[in-house]
């Protein structure tokens, strides 16, 4: 059985930078890893996720005008992955949730999408203040 728990977050001030973890246990298959975020009353969205095979370079995917801030990696050898969120803005608080499932084809165009993904972790709060 997969389990991501994660670790990190908080309250920061606008311009600063937060770390979050997700350790992830039970399967090795988990090449396909995410992040997205929850703000009450709204939606759940794609933040950025990376995606990675045997003998092949990572690939990372962000959302849109993120990339320049946030920095998704994962350290196989510990089943770890990170989101560094740098120069946060202010904005609505936000529950950040990891998730994860295995390979799947195009995963380039359907990253973004909530239902593809089968595990997630139980979510850590995100707060930017001005």
């Known amino acids: 059985r997969v389990q991501l728990v994660q670790s990190g977050g908080g309250s920061v001030q606008a311009g600063g930078s937060l770390q979050l973890s997700c350790v992830i246990s039970?399967?090795?298959?988990?090449?396909?890893l995410a992040w997205f975020r929850q703000a009450p009353g709204k939606q759940r969205e794609a933040v950025a996720a990376i995606y990675s095979r045997a003998g092949t370079t990572a690939r990372t995917y962000y959302r849109a005008g993120l990339e320049d801030r946030f920095t998704i990696s994962h350290k196989p050898g510990k089943n770890t992955m990170t989101l560094q969120m740098n120069s946060l803005r202010p904005e609505v608080p936000a529950m950040y949730f990891c998730?994860?499932?295995?390979?799947?084809?195009?995963?380039?165009?359907?990253?973004?999408?909530?239902?593809?993904?089968?595990?997630w972790g139980q979510g850590t709060q995100v707060t930017v203040s001005s």
């Open positions: 998730a994860a499932r295995g390979w799947v084809a195009q995963f380039g165009t359907l990253w973004s999408s909530e239902t593809i993904w089968y595990y």
């Open positions: 039970g399967d090795s298959y988990t090449s396909a």
